[in-house]
Each structure stands twice: as C-alpha cells, then as structure tokens.
C-alpha cells in the first residue's frame, strides 16, 4: 500500500493538479481576505482599525445583531413550518399530495429575493393587499419591510429544505418502533414526541444548519425588502461597492466575521447532531393513512394553506410578467407580452444563453472534479487526499458575498487576472456548489463494495480502467441526480454573481434583481418566470432520471 | 392469570384482495401457538389483526370471551417482539425496557426494581447502561422480549423474532425464548416460515397457506399425520408416490405403478377404491436386496453424514426418491446398487389424489378448519 502511494501513479497526477486547484480558487483568495482584513493599503503595517471601526460603531456592529436575529428567527419559523408538513404529508392521505410535493419543492428553488420582491408586491408600501386592508379598515398600514418582512420571506422560502429533509427521514423511519410504542400503551401524541422527534432532530439539525447559512449568507432579500434593516451581506456589499471607493480592508474584515460565525455555527451543528445519530433498518416505512373528520380537515387546510404561501411570490411573477405597462416602471392596465418581447427578443440580450452556458460549464467543472476528489478521498486515503476532501468543504461555510469579493481580491490584478471573465463566474459557481456534489458521491461510493472493484482488479482491468468501468457508471445515477439540484442552484445564484459580473456576462438572476432595482417589475417577472421554468423542467428531468417523486435521500 | 384467544372467523381485505379468508382457531391460556406458513399467506397479517395494528373486516377476535375488536392497540396490554426488534434507537437498554411501564404512570422505585428483576430473566442484566448500537443481534433480541414481557402483557406476540440472526444464535436464542414463555407461563402467539422453529417451540401450531388454516396441532401430530398433502410437503421432508387404493372387505391394500402391494391397516373404514398420493418420510422407507418384495429401484448417489446416509434412487418408472438409513442399520450401498423399496405401513400417510385431503383414521385429533 505504501509503495503503491510513492509511485506516480496518474491518480498521483490527478491528486497534485485537484489539489493546485483547490489551493489557488479556494485558500488563496481566503487568504487573501485575512490578509486585506489586517493589513494597511497604506503603510503596509498590520492594524486591527477595521475590526475596531465594526465593533465601535453602532451602524456596523448592528448589522451582525440583525443577521443574527433574522437567520435564529426565519430558520425556527421554517423549521416550524417544516417538519408539521413533512409529518402530515407522510402520515396522512392528502389529495393531490404529489402536486403539492413539486409546488413545495418549486418554491424552494427559486432565488429568495424573487420572494422578497413578490411579497413587496402583495404587502409593501402599495402592495395589493395592503391596499385592500387599508381601505377596508380605514388604517394606515405600510407594509412589511424590515425585520418582519425578510423573516416572512426567508420562512416561507427556507421551510421546504426542512420539508424535504424530514420528509426524506420520516420516509427511513421504521414505523415499527411506532407501533412497540403503541403496543406498550403509549398514545398518539406522547409517540409523536417520544419516538418520532427524538429521532428526527439530527435531521432537522442539519437542515436547519443549512436553512441558517442560506439565511445568513443571502444578500438579495435584505438588500430588497429590509430598507433600514442592514444585514452582514448587504453591509458587506455595501463597503465594497460602495458609491464612494469600495473600502477593501473594511470589507475584507466583515468578511473575516462572518466566515467566523459560519464556522462556530457549523461546529455547533456537528456537535448536537454527532450526539444523537441513530442507524435506522426501516422494515415497515410510515404510510399515508386515511383520516377523518376534523383530522382531516384540518390536516388539508394546514397543507394547502402553508404550500399555497410558498407558491404565491411564483404566481405573482408569473402574473405579473403578462401586465401591460409603459415599457417602465408603471403598469397601464391590460395584459400584453411586451415584457418578453423586451427580455426574451431583445437585441443584444445574452442573458439566458449566459446563464446556460455558465451554468453548464459550472456543472462539468464540479461533477469531474466532485467525482474525482470524493474517489480519491474514500479509495486512495492519504495526507493529500485527506486535505483535499476538507478543503473543497471549505467553500459550504463561506457566504456568497465573500467568495466573490476574495476573487476579486485574488484575480483583479496580476500575476493572475480573471475579473471581468466568464471564467472566474464559472469557477466561483463551480467552487461553490463542489461540497454538495463530493458529499453525494462520497455516500453513492460508500454504497458500492470495494469487491467489486477488487473482482475487476483480478481480472485484469487496471486501477483506472476499473474505476472508469466499473465504479464510475455504478455511482453515476445517484452522482447525476445531485449534479441536477446543483444546476438548479447554480441558476439561481445571486450573491457572488452580483459581485464578479459584467455586462458580457449577466445572468437570469442578475437581471431580474437589477430589473428589480429599477423599479421595472415587467421586465424582472418576465426573467424571473424564465429562471422558474427552467427550474421546474430541470426538477422534471431529475424525476425522469431518477424515477423519484421526491428530492430527497 | 393467563388468558385464552378465540379467532372466530376473521377476514382481512385490501382492496379486492383478500389475505385472510375466515380463519377461526382457539388459542388456549398459556400455551406456545405458532403460526406457520410461507410468506404471504396472512400469518403476519393475523397476527397484527391480534394486536390491533390491522382492523378486523369480519368476524371476532376474543380474549377471554371478551370481543377486542375496537380497542386501541395501546390498551390491549399484548407485548409484541418484532422482527426487526424496533429497539428505540436513541434510549439505553435500560429505558427501552422501562418504556412501557412509564407509560403506565408506574413509579420510578417500582420501575426500577422490575426492569431488573426482567433484564436478569431475560440474561443481560449486566447491558442496562448500554445504547442499542452497542448491542450484537441476540442482545437486542434480548432487549426487545424484556420490553414486550416486562409490562405483564395479557398476550406476547412474536413476528418471526428469530429471522435476523445466525443459524447457531437463532438455536440458542428459541431455546431461551421458550424457557422466558414456560417460566412466565404467558399465553404466546409466535409467527415463523421456519418449519424446524415452529416444531421445537411450539404447544400446538396452525399450518397456514393462502389464508386459510391448513391444520392445527401438537408439532407431532403435524410432523406424523398432516391432513392433507400441502402440510405433508411444507413440513419436514416428503416423497410423494402415486398409487390405487383397494379395499376387500376391512381390508385395505396399495398398489404401487411397479405393481408392488402393500397391505395398510391406518385406512378410514369408509375409504373405498381411489387414486391416492403416499406420502412417505425418507425414514419411513426400507432398503431391502433387490429381488426382494418392494419398488425395484437403483442407487444414484448418497450424502454420508455420519448419524444417517440419505441415499437418492430412481425407481424403474423413473421417479427420483430420497431414502434415510440410519447408521447400524445396513451395511453401506455404492452408487449403481439394485435395491428393493418398502415403506413402513403404519407410518407413512395417504391422501385422496383429487381432494389432497388425508385418509387416515383418526387424522381428527388435530383439530381441523
């Protein structure tokens, strides 16, 4: 084994190249942002200014209280939205359940803001329903914005990872431990909180992590819908693109904060979920039942109600992108198709094949790379292997807004220059979606036996023949399945895009939050019903592939 | 103390389909009743109709002569052993076990002192403290008959128990069960397809097929006289030869295809002339010299296993039997021997070749459907 390891063997080659790879799109330009986040532009002297300026100044340090209380809040409430829905999915007989299932999960793809701004449209300033409730009680109300408005967003946007997380564990969960309880007298609802929650909090652990670091990491809700309400990557956005000389330094120390928190908080994640993990044989699974009567009324009302507010911000786009309007700001009444005769047929407009092209050379990057990192890493242990696979999960705790402005720290100026390119979007997309894609192989390799692998040695395939034989179309289905959901999120990437875009390169969801920004709801609706589609076609596409009704594992 | 099941012929239906087609059986206080049967044919599904985990669409379960049908599983006090143990994963053997009791407002002092006087009967007293995860396949098997046991269920019902662990453990582990049940003296009802199990642990059992009880009896009178030929063939090894039943007088007399008679005296006296199936054990056949009176037949090959030879013949008519001759009792036959073939006529049993029911005398002492 050893010896084996000293020669260079092309897995070797492959190891020493993923690794450069690795350390100059992922160290590096972390590096770098501690680096700028200590050090004077000026004298060249290390300084803790920066650091002192966040925690001094009421305006800076409060944006990190403000994020705080937006992510606990917004991932409690969807984790209360979450887990009811998936409990009452799996356990009771809902009506068109497997419509719903795709609206949920619709809902989920979807890029927060367009749910910010959607919402901005019901019950902002002069939102629909706030209209409606102004005149009808004679108030002066003004909309959510703010604080309840982001929570309201972000809630209703985060609850269906949780869904689909417990859905996914509730459908391992053995019901006969269910049934041992009932056996032994335990009634319905003390079997609920002594067996069945118990049981799912790792579960719902690690999805609320993830809840959290979308919460916390999302720049285009806050930005949006939270006016005064500044959170770490509005601020973050803020300091380095500001109007008046993006400050790098400062920015670069908001940064250094906000990878902290992620880290303490993934640790603290790793640490609850590590004490309660439990290895399940589910021979009977939990099975839809019939109920009746106010049961089952209300389980519908629940259902139906909490999917049709996920659902809403999509209807709203998908109508408002068919209003006629002034080809501005302002909609005339009637409907029309000008706003994709403006988006779709412009001249000049490159958005949608951008966003494909991207997100498809993103994808390649991230399902050889993915592949080949999660191979080496469980197959061919050693030093380099192992630092590999930790630091292509490096990217998971570092906030979009972060990545995209180290790579501008690192690729802006020589000896390596990518800014401007389509090549640092890719890269950044691709960087960033890698620890989902490692994770799924890892676990689809984990399901392969070695011996198969040996059976192939012993008759006289070679190390690599085997693995492009045998072990890569073996673990290919499940890897596949998950480099869709990649695509999907690639798509809908906002918060480093925002920042390493140029007009060459915009993408969907760059213009539907610039189009947002200008006030030109037409236009942003019609971009933003596109991206929709696309998502929607994709999720098909992966139960085709799959032969799954849910997204789950 | 122990109570008595009366199944009173009960249906279950999914749909169009019907798994269990009327089945009646009582099971007496305190005895070991197993269901047997291969999969699907409904034994699980009448055991968790017991229980209250599947409704009853016809028919009535009674215990004690009280109809149970509409109580909620969790006031039936029955224990249930499951096949994959559902042993709660994230409480220690200790509060597994006390689960139940908790759940009957039991004081904690008092909790204590039965988990462990059961953790002490059932022989893992010294694994209180441990998580399941920590525990190899007996153990948890351990864990979760303490837990159905140690709340005093009226009932202890186990979903073939023993199918999740290695032949040698499941051997130890039936002998133990079958102590606990003689040592608590509960009424048990016991769901396996291993044949071998259900005859070793059993009081009395139901042969099932298709969801219909095919016989109910002492393991014995299983084994020795099934009541039709599907229970002679699920249960031990049968060969099954053609033959015509004559009568003459009281008489009766098989007539085998090679022409060998073979006078039997276990005929029901209203037999008459019929086309029937013998069903014969490998040991219920012997081995005389060829030329001899029997079925002419040849020695293909034998199996030597130490305590007994199991030899494969063929007759003339070509049709293959297996033959068990124990040791001392002849000299040992190379392949290619001609042999002659007896059967012992007070042991092998006789079936009706159109109703495939059995024509034995006396064949009522297991109670029949």
């Known amino acids: 084994m050893e010896k084996k390891n000293r020669r260079l063997t092309l897995w070797n080659i492959a ?386 807004s972060v990545l995209g402005i180290s790579f501008l720290f690192a690729f802006n100026s020589p000896p390596i220059v990518l800014s401007g390119t389509a090549l640092i979007l890719m890269i950044a997309f691709a960087i960033r979606r890698m620890p989902y894609t490692v994770r799924s192989s890892v676990t689809a390799l984990g399901q392969i036996s070695p011996s198969i692998e040996e059976a192939a040695i012993s008759l006289g395939a070679s190390d690599f023949t085997t693995f492009r034989k045998v072990t890569l179309p073996v673990m290919m289905p499940g890897v596949l399945a998950g480099a869709i959901m990649s695509w999907v999120t690639i798509i809908s990437e906002l918060s480093s895009s925002i920042i390493l875009y140029t007009t060459n390169n915009q993408t969907l969801t760059v213009s539907i939050y610039t189009e947002v920004v200008r006030g030109n709801y037409g236009n942003a609706s019609a971009y933003a019903t596109i991206l929709t589609l696309t998502s929607i076609l994709s999720l098909l596409l992966f139960f085709r592939l799959t032969g799954r009704r849910d997204i789950s594992n | 103390m122990s109570v008595s099941i009366d199944i009173d012929h009960v249906v279950k239906r999914y749909g169009q389909n019907t798994v269990v087609k009327g089945l009646s059986a009582k099971i007496r206080a305190g005895e070991f009743f197993t269901l047997l049967g291969p999969s699907g044919c409904g034994k699980t599904t009448l055991l968790r109709m017991i229980i209250g985990f599947h409704s009853v669409e016809e028919g009535e379960i009674r215990v004690n002569g009280k109809r149970i049908n509409d109580v909620p599983t969790d006031q039936r006090n029955m224990g249930m052993v499951f096949q994959n143990y559902a042993i709660f994963p994230h409480m220690s053997v200790k509060d597994n076990v006390a689960f139940g009791l908790r759940m009957r407002k039991m004081s904690e002092a008092k909790i204590q002192t039965e988990v462990d006087h059961i953790l002490k009967v059932v022989k893992i007293d010294h694994l209180k403290e441990r998580m399941p995860a920590e525990l190899s396949g007996g153990q948890q098997q351990r864990v979760a008959l303490a837990r159905a046991i140690v709340i005093q269920p009226e009932v202890l019902l186990m979903d073939e128990p023993l199918s999740n662990l290695d032949a040698k453990l499941r051997v130890e582990m039936r002998n133990a069960i079958k102590n606990i049940q003689r040592q608590i003296h509960i009424t048990t009802v016991y769901v396996t397809h291993d044949q071998e199990e259900a005859l070793a642990v059993s009081d009395r059992l139901a042969v099932m097929n298709n969801g219909v009880i095919q016989q109910i009896g002492t393991p014995q009178q299983i084994y020795k006289r099934p009541s039709n030929v599907f229970v002679a063939g699920f249960i031990g090894l049968s060969n099954f030869v053609q033959a015509k039943l004559t009568r003459a007088g009281d008489r009766f007399a098989l007539i085998f295809p090679s022409g060998w008679h073979l006078p039997i005296s276990t005929i029901r006296k209203d037999a008459q002339d019929e086309d029937v199936v013998v069903s014969v054990r490998p040991e219920e056949f012997v081995i005389a010299p060829a030329g001899e009176d029997g079925i002419p037949a040849v020695i293909v090959s034998s199996v030597f296993l130490g305590l007994a030879t199991h030899y494969f013949l063929k007759t003339a008519q070509g049709q293959e039997l297996e033959v068990i001759q124990y040791e001392g009792e002849g000299n040992h036959l190379s392949d290619g021997t001609k042999i002659a073939l007896r059967m012992k006529a007070d042991r092998i049993n006789v079936f009706h070749a159109q109703s495939q029911e059995s024509m034995i005398e006396g064949d009522g002492d297991g109670e029949k459907e």
């Not at chain 1, 590590?274 to 049961?295: Q, V």
């Open chain 1, 15 to 400: 190891s020493f190249w993923i690794l450069c790879f690795f350390v100059l799109f992922v160290l590096y330009p972390l590096l770098l942002v501690l680096y700028k986040s200590v050090m004077d532009p000026v004298s060249g002297a290390v300084t803790a200014e920066y650091f002192i300026r966040f925690f001094t100044k009421r305006f800076y340090w409060e944006t990190m209280l403000h994020s705080m209380e937006v992510t606990a809040f917004s991932t409690l409430l969807a984790a209360l939205l979450g887990m009811p829905m998936a409990y009452l999915m799996r356990s009771v007989r809902i009506r068109g359940s497997g419509m719903l299932n795709i609206l949920i999960v619709i809902s989920y793809l979807s890029p927060p803001f367009i749910g910010a701004y959607a919402w901005i449209q019901l019950l902002g300033r002069s939102g629909v329903i706030t209209s409606f409730l102004n005149e009808l009680f004679q108030t002066a109300f003004d909309g959510v914005y703010g604080f309840a408005g982001i929570v309201l967003v972000f809630a209703l946007q985060s609850f269906p990872l949780i869904y689909i997380f417990v859905s996914g564990a509730l459908k391992n969960f053995d019901n006969s431990l269910n049934e041992a309880a009932e056996s032994l007298g335990c009634s319905r609802f003390h079997r609920m909180w002594r067996i069945l929650v118990p049981l799912i909090l790792p579960t719902l652990l690690a999805s609320s992590m993830l809840v959290f670091m979308r919460v916390f990491a999302d720049f285009g809700t806050p930005m949006l819908i939270g006016e005064g309400f500044k959170t770490m990557p509005v601020l973050v956005y803020t300091a380095f693109m500001g109007e008046v000389g993006g400050d790098d330094g400062f920015a670069a120390a908001v940064c250094v904060i906000m990878i902290t928190l992620t880290i303490l908080m993934f640790f603290a994640q790793r640490y609850l979920a590590n004490r309660n993990t439990y290895t399940m044989s589910p021979l009977k699974p939990i099975l839809p039942e019939r109920a009746r009567g106010l049961r089952n009324f209300l389980a519908h009302g629940i259902v139906y109600l909490v999917t049709g507010l996920a659902i809403l911000p999509q209807a709203v786009v998908l109508y408002t992108s068919f209003l006629a309007s002034n080809g501005g700001q302002v909609f005339t009444g009637g409907y029309a198709l000008q706003s994709y005769a403006a988006t779709l047929f412009a001249k000049d407009n490159h958005v949608i094949w951008n966003t494909y092209y991207l997100g498809i050379v993103a994808i390649a990057i991230v399902l050889v790379l993915g592949v080949l990192v999660a191979y080496l890493s469980v197959r061919k242990k050693n030093i380099v292997n192992n630092a590999l696979d930790t630091l292509t999960m490096f990217p998971f705790l570092i906030p979009g």
